[in-house]
């Protein structure tokens, strides 16, 4: 915060917006997720006027997205909603996927909170799957955590706590903070989880989650499992069903869907890639799956890992 105080200081006597508006964004940001919404809204109007004045439109998407955020966590949902809508449109202007992601995830929040769950659940699935795609693992956290704190309003509660669970071990591993507003939001979707499970039962399936190889999780999710049956419907990922694999190519499925590269299985089970390349053909086929990302969602869906 000193340093961004320090920046701004030398930047306005230059009279140079785009300077002036990344200090402002860099303090903005700290606000906004230290929750100080007051603080953080008006350094960020102040940054998004900056930046349009240097026809800087990458950071105009950012900033406006910022704005969303901020409102959100103001409980202004129209406000939020039409910021984020707004950056969402900037973004996809200008080319910038990644950008666009974020959005993406987090007008999931906003509209989940106006009651519109499945409008939620496809974007931040949306999110999910191209974060994963890109191996943005810190992208892969937020939007397990929101798809749990989807189910836990819908009624979902033991799958929740296994997505919470997964989703913090995995964000300690990447040394992640949890910022506001979503921190509050995380919080109180597991406390909604303890109280239709109890505590015991939130706490056991949270651990369990904690267990779980997040790449299966993902796998999870992609594949059906934030959508509206109940967390009954899941089979149990140890239940044994015949798909006519064999052991072997279990275990190259297993370690699929632990996201490994042919090398990696190769090296893992002392095989060359072409047997690797062979099994995973096998599979694919047995499975009726079109990727390998399928066939690892059908097994965690059939209970073959």
């Known amino acids: 915060m000193s340093l961004a105080e320090e920046a701004l200081a030398l930047a306005r006597p230059l009279d140079d917006p785009f300077r002036m508006a990344l200090a402002l964004y860099m303090l903005g940001t700290a606000d906004e997720a230290e929750g100080r919404y007051d603080a953080a809204e008006a350094r960020l109007e102040e940054a998004l006027r900056m930046a349009r004045a240097a026809d800087r439109a990458f950071w105009e998407g950012l900033l406006l997205f910022h704005l969303g955020i901020v409102a959100w966590g103001k409980e202004d949902l129209a406000r939020a909603g039409a ?110 989880v303890r109280a239709a499970l109890g505590a015991a039962t939130a706490d056991a399936a949270y651990a369990a989650g904690r267990a779980q190889p997040w790449e299966w999780v993902v796998a999870e999710a992609l594949a059906g499992g934030a959508a509206e049956p109940a967390p009954s419907a899941i089979v149990p990922c140890r239940a044994v069903v015949d798909h006519g694999l064999t052991p072997r190519e279990l275990d190259v499925l297993r370690l699929v869907a632990e996201g490994r590269t042919d090398r990696e299985i190769a090296d893992a089970l002392f095989l060359s890639r072409r047997t690797v390349t062979s099994h995973l053909t096998a599979i694919l086929t047995k499975l009726d799956a079109p990727s390998r990302t399928a066939a690892a969602a059908h097994a965690l869906r059939h209970g073959l890992l």
């Open 83 to 192: 910021l984020m809508e707004e950056a969402l449109a900037v973004q996809r202007g200008i080319g910038d996927a990644f950008g666009a992601s974020l959005s993406v995830n987090y007008l999931g929040h906003i509209v989940r909170e106006r009651g519109e769950f499945a409008r939620a659940a496809e974007l931040q699935l949306q999110a999910l799957a191209l974060w994963h795609e890109w191996g943005f693992k810190m992208g892969v956290t937020t939007a397990l955590a929101s798809l749990a704190t989807l189910d836990a309003e819908r009624g979902h509660a033991e799958r929740a706590a296994r997505w919470f669970g997964t989703a913090d071990a995995l964000r300690e591993r990447l040394g992640q903070a949890l910022r506001f507003p979503e921190r509050a939001r995380f919080e109180r979707g597991m406390d909604t």
